[in-house]
């Protein structure tokens, strides 16, 4: 019987790049959602770990070592076929690999009943929050987390079709310290919090847009939004909008003029 785990789309609704490590990864102050969209994994014992990735967004995502999944798998010593239904783009700043990875190591602990004994940095900087998979302030290099309620978000989230590698977009931060996230208001009320959020930022979203400039065009799209914002090191936006419908009558609108890009109405949380 495979035992089953949702790797869901993780948002950086705010995301500060404070200063850099002698290592050369930079410290962030991130504010982390997740949405009720994203990928599916499923598990089951095998003589050797082995790989399968179906679903609409399976093309181009290595069915191999190359993918988190598997490294998740090894690195937690189960021999595992790993089924991963792709929902989510690759390389879009929404976590895809990380939260595959997480929702892994998820599902191998419920079909071992071992838990995960390894550093989940060693997977990537996006790990640790990935496996706790719900909202918190992100700091560190992506290591400390501090949880947080937030009101429900219906947002739409909207990708170019673009590949954006996060390597480089950080190198193309014109400034690496830079104030952090500002205190956050103790009533969570969605306007008190709309209005804090309003005030913070992307620091990856300027690079981002110096190396794919269509992600310009796609905050564009957004502009009905209350709030429109990329996400990670791109290409992904979201749109904060005031309740579900209206989320869902502008993923419609987009999807219709934009074909070629990957739009999802979701609820962030
Ligand atoms: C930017 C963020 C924000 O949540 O999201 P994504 O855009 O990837 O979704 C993450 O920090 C990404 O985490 P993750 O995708 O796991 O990154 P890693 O594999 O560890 O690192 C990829 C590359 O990004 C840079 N990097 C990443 C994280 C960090 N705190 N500082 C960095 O400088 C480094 O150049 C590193 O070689
Ligand atoms: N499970 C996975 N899903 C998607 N991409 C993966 C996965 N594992 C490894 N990769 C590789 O990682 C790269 C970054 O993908 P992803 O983790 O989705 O991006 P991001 O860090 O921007 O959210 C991709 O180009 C892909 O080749």
Same mark, same amino acid.
């Given at each position: 019987?495979?035992?089953?785990?949702?790797?869901?789309a993780?948002?950086?609704?705010?995301?500060?790049?404070?200063?850099?490590?002698?290592?050369?990864?930079?410290?962030?102050?991130?504010?982390?959602?997740?949405?009720?969209?994203?990928?599916?994994?499923?598990?089951?014992?095998?003589?050797?770990?082995?790989?399968?990735?179906?679903?609409?967004r399976?093309?181009?995502?290595?069915?191999?070592?190359?993918?988190?999944?598997?490294?998740?798998?090894?690195?937690?010593?189960?021999?595992?076929?790993?089924?991963?239904?792709?929902?989510l783009p690759a390389a879009a700043g929404i976590?895809?690999?990380?939260?595959? *990875? !997480?929702?892994?190591?998820?599902?191998? =602990? #419920? %079909? &071992?009943?071992?838990?995960?004994?390894?550093? @989940?940095? $060693?997977?990537?900087?996006?790990?640790?929050?990935?496996?706790?998979?719900? *909202? !918190?302030?992100?700091?560190?290099?992506? =290591? #400390? %987390? &501090?949880?947080?309620?937030?009101?429900?978000? @219906?947002? $739409?989230l909207v990708n170019p079709g673009v590949e954006v590698?996060?390597?480089?977009?950080?190198?193309?931060?014109?400034?690496? =310290?830079?104030?952090?996230?500002?205190?956050?208001?103790?009533?969570?009320?969605?306007?008190?919090?709309?209005?804090?959020?309003?005030?913070?930022?992307?620091?990856?979203?300027?690079?981002?847009?110096?190396?794919?400039?269509v992600i310009?065009?796609v905050?564009?799209?957004?502009?009905?939004?209350?709030?429109?914002?990329?996400s990670?090191?791109g290409a992904t936006c979201?749109?904060?909008?005031?309740?579900?419908?209206?989320?869902?009558?502008?993923?419609?609108?987009?999807?219709?003029?934009h074909?070629?890009w990957w739009t999802a109405?979701?609820?962030?949380?």
């Amino acid at each position: 019987m495979p035992t089953e785990a949702f790797a869901p789309a993780k948002v950086n609704l705010a995301l500060h790049v404070t200063g850099r490590r002698d290592d050369g990864y930079h410290l962030l102050d991130s504010l982390v959602a997740f949405a009720d969209i994203g990928d599916r994994i499923a598990v089951a014992h095998a003589p050797e770990t082995r790989l399968t990735v179906t679903g609409p967004r399976a093309g181009g995502v290595p069915a191999d070592a190359r993918n988190l999944c598997w490294r998740a798998a090894e690195l937690h010593g189960t021999h595992a076929h790993i089924t991963l239904e792709k929902h989510l783009p690759a390389a879009a700043g929404i976590g895809g690999g990380s939260s595959d *990875a !997480a929702a892994t190591l998820r599902a191998l =602990e #419920a %079909l &071992t009943g071992r838990g995960t004994d390894f550093d @989940p940095l $060693v997977l990537g900087a996006d790990l640790p929050v990935c496996l706790y998979a719900r *909202a !918190a302030r992100m700091q560190g290099i992506g =290591e #400390a %987390l &501090t949880p947080l309620d937030l009101p429900p978000l @219906p947002a $739409v989230l909207v990708n170019p079709g673009v590949e954006v590698p996060t390597g480089p977009v950080f190198a193309a931060l014109p400034s690496r =310290e830079n104030p952090p996230m500002t205190d956050m208001p103790v009533a969570r009320d969605r306007q008190t919090f709309l209005g804090w959020l309003a005030a913070q930022r992307n620091d990856l979203q300027a690079p981002a847009i110096g190396l794919q400039p269509v992600i310009a065009q796609v905050i564009d799209a957004l502009r009905d939004a209350d709030l429109a914002r990329m996400s990670g090191s791109g290409a992904t936006c979201f749109g904060l909008y005031p309740v579900q419908g209206a989320a869902e009558r502008a993923a419609g609108r987009i999807a219709a003029r934009h074909p070629g890009w990957w739009t999802a109405a979701c609820t962030l949380g």
